[in-house]
């Protein structure tokens, strides 16, 4: 079974901080992907990565970057965090060309 | 418009009903679709994965695709109470590894 894994459930941070959501895949996908996820607008996707060191911006990549150094790590940075990035935040993987999208149980994250 | 239209419900059916939940797009190059099944304070969990058009079954599921209307279902059979969860299309275009998500219908089965 594939295995996404989020460094953290829950995570209370303050306005202005820099925040690293963490992603780790056993799958050796090519493809990992952030998203978050609101009430009513659904799944959003931030960026997305289709090999290592590369990346490409997703709908709402404003506030957010990422880093991908190696294949099975994909992290999601908050530059300057501020309380409209309160949200769940999912990160997926998959392989080449229409595999499906594998997630994680996301981190809930809230910034006071 | 968006692109993937998915009735939020919430939809609420007693045990061992069958239950249909619906997604419809407008753009004509999907041909990969999906459905997720997502527990409170979980991951979405791949449920189906269909190619074009006609159905496919998995146990008590079934996926439907109708791609001259554009219009994707899923049945479930024989509603047990551990189906209630939020139900999320999705659907892609071959060559594309994006995905375009409906909002999700919340399901509850009651015992």
């Known amino acids: 079974?594939?295995?996404?894994?989020?460094s953290s459930r829950y995570l209370v941070k303050r306005t202005g901080e820099k925040v690293f959501l963490e992603c780790v895949q056993?799958?050796?996908?090519?493809?990992?992907?952030?998203?978050?996820?609101?009430?009513?607008?659904?799944?959003?996707?931030?960026?997305?990565s289709y090999d290592v060191k590369m990346k490409e911006k997703g709908d709402i990549p404003e506030g957010y970057s990422v880093s991908r150094e190696k294949k099975e790590r994909f992290s999601l940075i908050l530059e300057s965090a501020s309380t409209n990035q309160t949200s769940m935040y999912l990160c997926a993987s998959s392989g080449p060309?229409?595999?499906?999208?594998?997630?994680?149980?996301?981190?809930?994250?809230?910034?006071l | 418009?968006?692109?993937?239209?998915?009735?939020?419900?919430?939809?609420?059916?007693?045990?061992?009903?069958?239950?249909?939940?619906?997604?419809?797009?407008?753009?004509?190059?999907?041909?990969?679709?999906?459905?997720?099944?997502?527990?409170?304070?979980?991951?979405?969990?791949?449920?189906?994965y269909t190619y074009s058009s006609g159905n496919k079954e998995d146990g008590r599921f079934t996926a439907q695709v109708d791609k001259s209307s554009k219009y994707i279902s899923l049945f479930i059979r024989d509603s047990q109470p551990s189906d209630s969860a939020t139900y999320l299309c999705a659907m892609s275009a071959i060559g594309a590894n994006n995905l375009f998500f409906g909002t999700g219908t919340r399901l509850t089965v009651i015992p």
């Open chain 1, 1 to 6: 079974d594939v295995k996404v894994t989020q």
């Open chain 1, 26 to 48: 056993d799958m050796d996908h090519e493809n990992m992907f952030w998203y978050r996820q609101d009430p009513g607008l659904g799944l959003r996707l931030i960026y997305f």
């Open chain 1, 97 to 111: 060309e229409n595999q499906p999208q594998h997630f994680g149980d996301g981190t809930r994250l809230s910034i």
């Open chain 2, 1 to 48: 418009q968006k692109e993937v239209e998915q009735d939020p419900g919430p939809l609420s059916v007693p045990e061992g009903a069958i239950v249909s939940l619906n997604c419809t797009y407008s753009n004509s190059a999907f041909q990969y679709f999906m459905w997720y099944r997502q527990y409170s304070r979980k991951g979405p969990e791949l449920l189906m």
